[in-house]
């Protein structure tokens, strides 16, 4: 199975702060890399598909890059609303495994 | 837009088979374009893949799940459904369902709409 590690796996940040948040594949995944925002009691949101493409409808502070087996996702500037776990996930191969989640608070 | 909302029992006893049925409202799941996939976390727990239908009854599951689950649709209602036989409490948890979109010239996909999820619990 490809293993994904999320880093970190909470933090803590400000309205206006500038958030990255790293997922690491265990073996290369060529670009099959999506990211997922998860609040308590609502369906997880698509927000990055293919690495770094944003998904329609989602706020362009939003952003997604690719480094080898490395990916991020980056908030340019948090906002309220952001407050919430993200999740990596890839489809490169099954089983498909997702990353064990950012939880982004105050 | 397309909604997808699970349903089933929320209690299931050990050994049990577990059944969820996932709504979708907005789209058809014969469309080419999409396919359906369930997902599941545990409580305090992350997210895990169980399994996905093809529209061309297709499936692919999780080896984790050792030949338990079975995912299959109903074209005439546009519903998806999910089994999970002999379940024990290691199998209590959110379940999701959702959809994935494909890229066809690079086989990429991602799950670009879910379900609320349902909270099913094993215990006798």
């Known amino acids: 199975d490809i293993h994904l590690t999320q880093s970190p796996s909470s933090l803590s940040a400000s309205v206006g702060d500038r958030v990255t948040i790293t997922c690491r594949a265990s073996d290369p995944i060529n670009s099959y890399l999506n990211w997922y925002q998860h609040k308590p009691g609502k369906a997880p949101n698509l927000l990055i598909y293919a690495a770094t493409r944003l998904q329609s409808g989602v706020p362009s502070r939003f952003s997604g890059s690719e480094f080898g087996t490395d990916f991020t996702l980056t908030i340019s500037s948090l906002q309220p609303e952001d407050f919430a776990t993200y999740y990596c996930?890839?489809?490169?191969?099954?089983?498909?495994?997702f990353g064990q989640g950012t939880k982004v608070d105050i | 837009q397309v909604q997808l909302q699970e349903s089933g029992p929320r209690l299931v006893k050990p050994s049990e088979t577990l059944s969820l049925t996932c709504s979708v409202f907005?789209?058809?799941?014969?469309?080419?374009?999409?396919?359906w996939t369930w997902v599941r976390q545990p409580a305090g727990k992350g997210l895990e893949w169980i399994g996905r239908?093809?529209?061309?009854?297709?499936?692919h599951y999780n080896p984790s799940l050792k030949n338990r689950a079975t995912i299959s649709a109903d074209t005439s209602r546009d519903q998806v459904s999910l089994r999970l036989q002999s379940v024990t409490a290691a199998d209590t948890a959110l379940y999701y369902c959702?959809?994935?979109?494909?890229?066809?010239?690079?086989?990429?996909?991602?799950?670009?709409?879910w379900g609320q999820g349902i909270l099913v619990t094993v215990s006798s």
């Open positions: 959702a959809r994935v979109e494909e890229e066809s010239t690079s086989w990429r996909s991602w799950l670009d709409s």
């Open positions: 907005g789209a058809s799941i014969s469309s080419e374009t999409y396919y």
């Open positions: 239908l093809y529209t061309t009854g297709v499936t």
């Open positions: 996930q890839q489809s490169y191969m099954t089983p498909w495994t």
